[in-house]
Nanobody, 125 residues
């Protein structure tokens, strides 16, 4: 059974940083793609960052240069380093895992089969 458990969320002020983690069990990170998604109140879930099996990454335009996705295959853990946070980054952040092989689909939620329950990020001005 695949389980993805996010942690590291919290409340920070504008300009602050957070590092999200996603611990996977029942799924090997090196076997597929992983992604971070977020959903704010009244908004649709959107792709934030994705990483392919070989390490290729893709970012939403809104977070480029501020967020970095990485993974530790030995620890089977996915990370999202978030710097220069803005109030519009406030959302529930989810990690996801799937078998999609296309870099173009790394930020497409429908391409992921497994999801965590999310961790809340709140950025105050």
């Amino acid at each position: 059974q695949v389980q993805l458990v996010e942690s590291g969320g919290g409340s920070v002020q504008t300009g602050g940083s957070l590092r999200l983690s996603c611990a996977a069990s029942g799924y090997t990170l090196s076997s597929g793609s992983m992604g971070w998604f977020r959903q704010g109140p009244g908004k649709e879930r959107e792709g934030v960052a994705g990483i392919g099996r070989g390490g290729t990454t893709r970012y939403a335009d809104s977070v480029k240069g501020r967020f970095t996705i990485s993974k530790d295959n030995a620890e089977n853990t996915l990370y999202l380093q978030m710097n220069s946070l803005k109030p519009e980054d406030s959302a529930l952040y989810y990690c996801a895992a799937g078998e999609n092989r296309l870099i173009a689909s790394l930020l497409v939620p429908q391409k992921y089969a497994y999801w965590g329950r999310g961790t809340q990020v709140t950025v105050s001005s």
